[in-house]
């Protein structure tokens, strides 16, 4: 069965700063990955996903994610970080076929200081 | 914008009682989901559906039923309440292609006391 681990609970970073969360996840396969963001009080909202093809793929709001075989890893990123990033984000993986069968990691909480 | 909506948004419920969250898309997608999210666990997924009619178990469906009526609606019972399914519930849906992205409501925080 697939997993995913993002083994940073919390993030704090100040605003204007660059972010990086970590995301591993374990497949034998090529599997769909995405990256999902969760305001306060409101349900997740997709930020990016990867199937194939260039591993480095552009998301909303200025986030990224790379993806790595070798090391099983897609990487959220973002460059300068805003106040409204504070949010919940989860990286989620599918191995099924139809990509729609989401196991997702527990999440990585993100506070943006002014 | 698609839309999925969830009611209640809030219950309280007795332990051994029966209690139902409903779910409502706009969508017209296939495929709709019922995860639970609790710290430390991320969300799980309990019961999905592929089409009005069927069911199928996730990875915890222990303690849970799921119906799907119709396209539109997706329920999640809990026929015996218990104090460890205090939790918030996510419905969502999505379509049936590849890597599609999936909509969620807002959620239902279930407390079973």
């Known amino acids: 069965a697939q997993s995913v681990t993002q083994p940073d609970a919390r993030v704090t970073v100040s605003e204007g700063a660059s972010l990086q969360l970590r995301c591993k996840y374990s497949?034998?396969?090529?599997?769909?990955l995405f990256w999902y963001v969760q305001y306060p009080r409101q349900g997740l909202q997709m930020l990016l996903k990867?199937?194939?093809?260039?591993?480095v793929v552009q998301g909303v709001n200025g986030f990224e994610a790379e993806f790595s075989k070798s090391d099983s890893s897609f990487h959220l990123r973002k460059a300068s970080v805003h106040w409204s990033d504070s949010a919940v984000y989860f990286c989620?993986?599918?191995?099924?076929?139809?990509?729609?069968?989401?196991?997702f990691g527990i999440g990585t909480r993100v506070l943006v200081r002014p | 914008e698609a839309a999925v909506t969830q009611s209640p948004r809030n219950k309280v419920a007795v332990t051994g009682g029966k209690v139902t969250l409903s779910c409502n898309q706009t969508?017209?997608?296939?495929?709709m989901y019922w995860y639970r999210q609790d710290t430390g666990h991320g969300l799980r997924l309990i019961h999905y559906?592929?089409?009005?009619?069927?069911?199928e178990k996730g990875d915890i469906p222990d303690g849970y039923k799921a119906s799907r009526p119709s396209q539109e609606n997706f329920s999640l019972i809990l026929e015996l309440a218990t104090p460890s399914q205090t939790s918030v519930y996510f419905c969502?849906?999505?379509?049936?292609?590849?890597?599609?992205?999936?909509?969620f409501g807002h959620g239902t925080k279930l407390s079973v006391l």
């Open positions: 969502a849906s999505g379509g049936t292609g590849g890597a599609e992205r999936l909509f």
């Open positions: 989620a993986v599918s191995a099924n076929s139809a990509g729609n069968k989401l196991t």
């Open positions: 990867y199937y194939s093809g260039d591993p």
């Open positions: 559906s592929y089409g009005a009619g069927s069911t």
């Open positions: 497949y034998s396969a090529t599997p769909y």
């Open positions: 969508n017209n997608h296939n495929n």
